[in-house]
Nanobody, 119 residues
Framework: QVQLVESGGGLVQPGGSLRLSCAAS????????MGWYRQAPGKQRELVAS???????TYGDSVKGRVAISRDEATNTVYLQLNALKPEDTAVYFC?????????????WGQGTQVTVSS
């Protein structure tokens, strides 16, 4: 079994910063992509950022220039640095991994961590 465990969410004031972490554990052969998505109430889930095994990154249009994603392959951990946060960044942030679990490549999701931007 594979688990994605997120941490680092919380309440932050507009203009503030947060760092989210997600550690993948379990029966993992190879991780192709790790990333973060978010879902606000009444909205569709959207990509925040992703990073592949070659360290190429992709960012959502709504967060470009304000976030940075990084990955520690030794610990199967992905980090998301969120800066200059705005109230519209309020959402549940989900970790995602496209990985091979010794059977075939599958999508895995974390349970989500709440980020609230409010004064």
């Amino acid at each position: 079994q594979v688990q994605l465990v997120e941490s680092g969410g919380g309440l932050v004031q507009p203009g503030g910063s947060l760092r989210l972490s997600c550690a993948a554990s379990g029966s993992i052969f190879h991780i192709r992509v790790m990333g973060w998505y978010r879902q606000a109430p009444g909205k569709q889930r959207e990509l925040v950022a992703s990073i592949n095994s070659g360290r190429s990154t992709t960012y959502g249009d709504s967060v470009k220039g304000r976030v940075a994603i990084s990955r520690d392959e030794a610990t199967n951990t992905v980090y998301l640095q969120l800066n200059a946060l705005k109230p519209e960044d309020t959402a549940v942030y989900f970790c995602h991994a496209d990985l091979h679990d010794w059977t075939y490549y599958k999508d895995y999701w974390g349970q989500g961590t709440q980020v609230t931007v409010s004064s």
